[in-house]
């Protein structure tokens, strides 16, 4: 196509000027053990915690269990983690599961994977961060009653537009922005630990009182239960989207793991038992924001939440421009500002897509969706591990986790997506899986044969001079 050829045939100097840029925007080589813990716990900890107690509790029935839901959560974060820390050390390339996909089963299903996180995943997700923002940031000016939903739409509209505006202007004013906010979220948190363990110590223990009577054990209550925990974990595999910026991948990578979870892990066990420490599980029940009814003031924890929206969006055009660099998506999405040196096509597409998300959906059906398919694709992922330990051992790599571990791991894979399923099956799962075969009809002309119309070119010539992008040349050092 005429970008192909613009790529080969602009002067080396420009374009080498592009690709240093786009490195020191992506950190070349600068993440070490500290960062590496900062990246995963800080993208972890966002808005799921303040959101989805009240959801894992009502699919489980009792505090115990929920509980129990979110300890299982973390063990599963840990060994996928884990899992994706070996895949990390033998496939050294940022891109997560869209280059391991590509590099062990091919283009078709990496294509497939790509079209499906970039036209919905990564929008649903930064959707739900933000819709979630938008719900603490308004609940003030609702006292004692919920908050109109237009107003908690347009609100988190008004948030991924912001996003775009900071991530799209500079790059390090999005890192400072997302460093400033973490602080906040801990501070949150941490509030929020030290108030219920003094509520515990006063003796205010009536919620954990036969803590396992009423019980669902339903395989398919339990399976979104876990959506919902998970939902809060989500990000315990972001440090493999930056594996070619990592210090010492093979060491950075599991050992930075091995902090983060736990400690996030116990973090949120902590802030469940605060959260039941101060209401019953009735009034938990009822509540939209729990941390608001807790007695935290909502400012705060829309402080919280608009950081790991930040961080969200800020990752969230990795896999498009990624793909785009490996001729999956088209080429505009590959390029960047000339003088700035941000993504900024993926990105502003990424925004018009999580826009869209939050006209048509709410933050419980987004993170079930969202789940659903994240856990299909980390299945697949899983399962190219797999094959690598037991098809081609003799591949090097620095770190092995125990073939145990990806199984169980591909075990829950599969139970997650099929419980749902089995148990009370939604349209809704039926149009997700459509729309994802229905990205068959794309590949075959525009990226196996390469069947481009000519009016796309223009349209990407124009754009390219309309928002001052130029290609960016992949970094094969």
């Not at 459509?434 to 009016?455: D, E, M, Q």
């Amino acid at each position: 196509s005429t970008m192909r050829e613009r790529k080969t045939t602009d002067p080396p100097h420009s374009s080498t000027n592009l690709s240093e840029g786009k490195e020191k925007l992506r950190l070349k080589q600068e993440v070490g053990l500290i960062s590496g813990v900062s990246l995963i716990a800080g993208t972890m900890i966002g808005s799921g915690i303040f959101m989805s107690p009240e959801w894992v509790l009502h699919h489980m029935g009792n505090p115990a269990s929920s509980l129990l839901i979110w300890a299982a959560c973390g063990l599963l974060a840990v060994f996928g983690a884990l899992s994706y820390a070996e895949l990390g050390t033998i496939i050294k390339e940022s891109g997560g599961e869209y280059i391991y996909i590509l590099r062990i089963f091919g283009s078709f299903p990496a294509f497939l994977f790509a079209y499906t996180s970039v036209i919905l995943v990564r929008p649903a997700g930064l959707a739900a961060v933000c819709l979630s923002f938008a719900e603490y940031a308004v609940a003030p000016f609702y006292p004692g009653c919920s908050s109109p939903q237009v107003v908690i739409k347009c609100t988190a509209a008004a948030c991924i537009l912001l996003l775009t505006i900071i991530n799209c202007l500079n790059v390090r004013l999005a890192t400072s922005v997302m460093n400033i906010f973490t602080a906040a979220k801990l501070m949150a948190l941490l509030v929020i630990v030290v108030g219920g363990l003094v509520l515990l110590a006063k003796g205010q223990t009536q919620s954990f009182q036969n803590g396992f009577q009423g019980t669902n054990a339903r395989i398919g209550a339990v399976g979104v239960a876990f959506y919902q925990g998970l939902w809060s974990y989500d990000g315990w595999n972001n440090l493999n989207y930056v594996t070619e910026e990592l210090k010492k991948p093979e060491v950075t990578l599991p050992r930075a793991v091995m902090i983060a979870i736990p400690l996030v892990t116990c973090l949120y066990l902590l802030v469940n038992v605060s959260y039941l420490a101060a209401m019953t599980p009735s009034e938990l029940l009822s509540s939209g924001a729990v941390a608001v009814t807790w007695g935290l003031m909502s400012l705060s924890v829309a402080l919280s939440t608009f950081g790991s929206s930040n961080g969200t969006f800020f990752s969230g055009g990795r896999v498009c421009y990624i793909a785009a660099r490996e001729g999956h998506m088209p080429d505009i999405l590959s390029m960047a500002h000339v003088r700035r040196l941000t993504p900024s096509p993926a990105l502003m597409f990424t925004s018009v897509m999580s826009l869209i998300m939050i006209i048509s959906g709410n933050f419980t059906s987004i993170v079930n969706f969202f789940s659903f398919i994240a856990w299909l694709f980390y299945g697949m992922t899983i399962s190219g591990l797999l094959y690598l330990k037991i098809k081609k051992p003799e591949l090097p790599r620095s770190y092995k986790v125990p073939i145990i571990i990806p199984i169980i791991v591909l075990i829950a894979a599969v139970y997650l997506v099929l419980a749902p399923i089995i148990d009370q099956p939604q349209i809704e799962i039926l149009y997700i899986i459509a729309f994802i075969f229905s990205g068959i009809i794309l590949y075959f002309p525009l990226v196996r044969f390469k069947c481009h119309p000519r009016f796309l070119q223009t349209v990407t010539l124009h754009l390219q001079l309309f928002l001052e992008v130029a290609p960016t040349t992949k970094d094969t050092d």
